[in-house]
């Protein structure tokens, strides 16, 4: 098959659901409760209740979209509300997750997705009636220049909130214009102040949307990838196609998922001639029937992006029917990742299919991690228990010496931590692989796993990269149980070690109760100096 193979119209058709309920959400306009209900139905109904994305997803879906259109911040705050009544959801990326919005949570429910302390300064006075962003907000030109002649304007100033774009960017008077499409006071600004045309300028335009600016800001800055971000947001396939083909701009793809654009994507691939080479980019959309119309015209099931593979994004989704259908379409099962994907995600089904069909159990991947190294690591327990009942190698590690036991540790995960050592994991192999393990589990505060590896020989007088022994994370934690087993097994409680300091010293200078209450009981020196006297 051929690209001319791939319809544009049949794809535009099959992924019709996702781009409206998307389109709506990022193109919204309007405050009206009614209709601020019929959005948020469609998305429930068609993109969350069918599994495309979670409703945490979603979430960050409403973060961007405000960021970006946040003239409309009501409205969005409504469909959070909305969505936080059916679901409730408990996780987000913090890192593109708007500052802003999260204060506005805050404000109402008292618990926040970021750090309190993101949003101490947050403000949403711009939005106020009678201040000159409410201005610019409303293109009153005539209010707009009332503040403009008032001694305390200075047409250098600028705003710095976390609601809009890139939250450290600071925008000025002119940017604001382009991004609520204020042509009014955009051109007394450039005719009264001589007011610059920047990069930002260009891309809010397309996200204001007003052809005037636009197009007076193309005069002066030309398009490029970065700025196709911009477009992207916008969901306006006019401005894609404008960017391919007049101004001959690659397309920052990798953006498409993010602001769950797949219009912007396929128009692109139609315009290119690229549609079987990205099987594995549109595989991020998570749309199952999408994929499989990929697969079905010839589109390359082996191709790699990011170290990533469709197979990998079938693992990672629990995409079965695609998953076979990459198999019997050639799939080199061996050459990707989708055996880590299914053991991160833990889809036993998946992971099932794979070594059916010849997967590598044992298969070394970046950082010398193998599949039941992630399993480990992401606590996928039922992944854990296939993988080893199938022969899995216990006795790995990664480029940084942690294996099964040393993630069984940072994950709390005792019952894993006693199956791994009674199930053939080799203690006595390489001792100092040991050692990470042991301290891990004293700073969780893990005895059993501590008695454990003490029972089996670990070095608990060994030293860390800081020169503390596992007796001073016991005393950190103020953790008798520990301390009590550590002492119990030989070490030295009166000894001289970190910072020349006795145990009982460095408990005192912690803080500590309990442990110090241990060491005196024990005989531990009261008296004792340390080398600064």
């Known amino acids: 098959m051929s690209e001319t193979d791939f319809n544009i119209s049949e794809l535009f058709e099959l992924t019709k659901d996702y781009s409206d309920a998307f389109n709506a959400l990022y193109r919204l306009h309007t405050f009206d409760e009614g209709e601020i209900e019929k959005i948020y139905q469609n998305i429930k109904n068609k993109i969350i ?163 005037e600016i636009i197009i007076e800001c193309l005069k002066y800055e030309k398009p490029d990838t970065d700025c196709s971000e911009y477009v992207i947001i916008a969901h ?50 998570q749309i199952p029937s999408l994929c499989k119309y990929f697969i079905l015209h010839g589109a390359d099931v082996n191709i790699e992006k990011s170290n990533k593979t469709a197979a990998y994004y079938a693992a990672k989704f629990n995409w079965k029917e695609i998953l076979e259908l990459l198999i019997s ?55 854990i228990d296939f993988l080893y009942s199938h022969g899995a190698d216990i006795n790995v590690y990664d480029l940084g010496g942690s294996g099964v036991l040393y993630f069984a540790a940072e994950n709390k995960n005792v019952e894993k931590a006693e199956f791994f050592i009674s199930h053939g994991l080799d203690l006595n192999k390489d001792p100092s692989k040991c050692i990470k393990p042991l301290f891990l589990a004293v700073r969780n505060n893990l005895p059993r796993i501590v008695e454990l590896l003490i029972s089996h020989g670990v070095n608990i007088n060994a030293e860390d990269k800081k020169g503390k022994v596992p007796l001073h994370y016991a005393i950190k934690n103020d953790s008798v149980s520990i301390a009590r087993l550590l002492i119990s097994h030989g070490v030295d409680f009166n000894a001289i070690t970190y910072k020349n300091q006795t145990f009982l010293q460095y408990a005192v200078e912690h803080h500590g109760y309990e442990v110090p209450k241990l060491l005196i009981s024990l005989g531990s020196d009261i008296h004792q100096i340390d080398s600064d006297g």
Request: aromatic share 16%; hydrophobic share 35%.
């Open 329 to 383: 379409h050639g799939l080199d099962i061996n050459q990707h990742h989708a055996l880590f994907a299914a053991a991160i995600y833990n889809h036993v089904e998946m992971a099932e299919l794979l070594l059916a069909n010849g997967a590598n159990i044992n298969k070394i991947g970046p950082y010398n991690y193998t599949p039941i190294l992630e399993a480990v690591e992401h606590n996928s327990n039922e992944m």
């Open 236 to 285: 306006n396939n006019d401005f894609i196609n404008f960017l391919i083909t007049e101004c001959n701009v690659t397309i920052y793809l990798s953006k498409c998922p993010d602001y769950n654009n797949v219009d912007a994507c396929l128009i692109y691939f139609d315009i290119k001639k690229s549609f079987k080479e990205n099987l594995t980019f549109i595989c991020e959309f």
């Open 49 to 211: 209740e069918t599994k495309i994305i979670s409703p945490s997803k979603f979430l960050e879906s409403i973060s961007h979209a405000l960021r970006h259109n946040n003239r409309y911040l009501k409205s969005y705050f409504r469909i959070f509300e909305k969505l936080y009544e059916d679901y409730h959801p408990d996780k987000v990326d913090c890192i593109s997750f708007s500052g802003g919005f999260d204060k506005l949570i805050y404000d109402k429910y008292k618990f926040s997705y970021k750090h309190p302390d993101t949003h101490k300064d947050f403000s949403i006075e711009f939005l106020n009636e009678n201040t000159i962003y409410r201005s610019i907000l409303d293109d009153d030109i005539k209010s707009f220049i009332g503040f403009t002649e008032r001694s305390r304007f200075d047409e250098k100033q600028i705003i710095d909130n976390s609601l809009f774009p890139r939250e450290y960017h600071k925008i000025g008077w002119l940017e604001l214009c382009c991004y609520y499409d204020s042509v009014n006071c955009f051109k007394f600004l450039r005719t009264k102040f001589n007011s610059k045309i920047t990069k930002t300028c260009l891309g809010f335009s397309f996200l204001g949307g007003n052809q």
